[in-house]
């Protein structure tokens, strides 16, 4: 089987599992039960233990496409909690990855604008509203976040995270 066909079965999987959609509520790991908890780690992390967490980074999302920090600079081994706030009039989102884990997610993201997914290092928020990520950094290395709905990424609604 061929790239695409690959890369268009699992993004019919993510659409069949049931996960949540972008959309309807932020989503705290806290609610998401074991299943989030037992999260495989990552190139860039794995999920944080909340009571582990040793900062709190806000973040902004504005309807012009930017998060306020776009850079943030962290030790390898810690645990952050982001709050992220959506001061815009439209749904954002943030995502952690590598970049070229994020290109390719907003590639499926343009391709399959209703996927429904949910995994530990994204959150969903609504105008108004906050969501949160408790990650834990254990490699160096630039990363990104990003707002991967279509359009978001584009427009250039990324930032780095630089871990030490």
Known sequence: MDITKLTVAAAC???LSGAQAHGDASHDPQAHGAATRRAEPTAFGRVGDPARAT????????????????????K??????????????????????????????????????????EEAHM??????????????FTRRGTFQFACLLPGHFEAGMVGTVTVE
């Open 55 to 74: 900062r709190t980074v806000r973040i902004e999302m504005a309807d012009s496409m930017r998060f306020t920090p776009a850079r943030i600079a962290l």
């Open 13 to 15: 999987a993510a659409m």
């Open 123 to 136: 959150t969903h928020v609504k105008p108004g509203d906050s969501g949160e990520i408790v990650w834990q």
């Open 76 to 117: 390898r081994g810690e645990t952050v909690r982001f709050v992220v706030a959506n001061t815009g009039q439209v749904l954002h989102e943030m995502v952690l990855g590598t970049p070229a884990d994020l290109k390719h997610h907003a590639e499926l993201m343009r391709k399959f604008p209703g996927m429904e997914h």
